[in-house]
């Protein structure tokens, strides 16, 4: 309690004594917001207000930066300052409003702003201090270098300076808007549709931060074998099987197995078969592999086709062998027959009434029929 009083009593005896501290004097400048961080390209408003004591007239108003080795009242008006850059309006006013814009700013215009005043009076002059610093910023994405998929990503729209809580982020992805409205883009277990071109930007203005593009890795996906042909081939020639597949970064190698064998067959791309058999490839790249479904390649068994033709050739060539055989013997021996049974017919010609049994050349010359019949089967024998 005690305390508390010399505490009060303190405090008015500072106030009484120094009582410029407290603008007690009557002369200030105040400033709405003393730190403003905006973005590339936008509109600045710096709200002011002032005040003198009465009995000075305004006579000019200035807003001032401070140049390192410059003294403060000898700076030149901001409007008046060939290097600087941004078109600037007044908006204030000669009594007690000393609110000004910057138009178009850009990092060049990050600075500390003073708004001074002076008035008719002998040391009628003013500079409020500390004045207003403006930080201008663009808009930059931060994304991890390197995504696989199934990881959570994080994609942040970097300013220099922190805007203002309440300001509503806008996200794209490609040209296509998403729904998340804050600085973080969170990509929950990212898929590799989640590539592309992401860029940001800040409701209401126009600057756009320049795109990331979002890099997705994923093992090896749709690998398929395709082949050259129908995948019946011929013995001696070969089918040319090729593995494709979607990776992201491409396939390492490709290793090619043929089924119900243990150990591969080939590796590359491209796999030449040369035998019967169901292959695969499996493709791998940094974050896994996958395997192909199999593909069957027959090889037409030519030498079974070459076996049979050369079998029908000998077999043909045995039969033209025998009927010419068999048609040169029963020349001879039909020769022989028709002499034979001349010689008969004449000797039973005079007694008996045999001409018809004579002349019936088949039943006098059975026998020539029976040794054809055994030089036939002989001939067969020996095929
Ligand atoms: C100062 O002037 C600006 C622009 O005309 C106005 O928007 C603002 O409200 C004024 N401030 C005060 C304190 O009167
Ligand atoms: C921005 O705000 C955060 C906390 O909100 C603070 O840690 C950081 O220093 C601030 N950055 C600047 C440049 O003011
Ligand atoms: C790859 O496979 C996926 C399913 O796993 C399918 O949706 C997609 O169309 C396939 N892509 C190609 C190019 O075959
Ligand atoms: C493929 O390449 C990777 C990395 O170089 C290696 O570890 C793997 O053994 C290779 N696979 C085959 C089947 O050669």
Known sequence: MVMSVRMALFHLIFLLIVPGVYSADGWDVSYSHPYICALKGSSVIMSCTYKYPPGNQVIEVNWVIYRPNARNNN????????????????????????????????????HEYYFRFTTNKPDGRWTGAPGVTLDVTDLQIE??????????????????CNLSDRTTFIWWKNTQSLTERNNKL????????????YSCAVHGHKLTSPHVDLNVKYSPRNVSV???????IVLGDSVTLTCSSDSNPPVLNYTWFKVNESSSVGSGQSYSALQSGFFYCVAQNQHGSQSSAAVQVTVEG????WLVVVGIAVGVGFCVG???LIVVLCICKCNRSKANAVKTEYENVK????????????SQSSDVYNTLIIAERQTLQLS
Request: charged fraction near 25%; include cysteine; charge should be negative.
């Open 75 to 110: 700076s030149p008006d901001l409007s008046d300052d060939s290097e600087y850059s941004p078109s600037i309006q007044y908006l204030g006013d000669k009594q007690q409003n000393c609110t000004i814009r910057l138009n178009d700013v850009t990092q060049k215009d990050s």
């Open 143 to 160: 994304s991890p270098e390197s995504v696989t998929e199934g990881d959570t990503v994080s994609l942040t729209c970097k300013s220099t």
């Open 186 to 197: 969170l990509l929950q277990s990212v898929r590799r549709e989640d590539a592309g071109r």
């Open 226 to 232: 395709s082949m050259s042909g129908s995948g019946e």
């Open 302 to 305: 030519s030498s079974g086709r």
């Open 322 to 324: 025998a009927a010419a």
């Open 351 to 362: 007694s008996t009434d045999q001409t018809y049994t004579a002349l019936d050349l088949k």
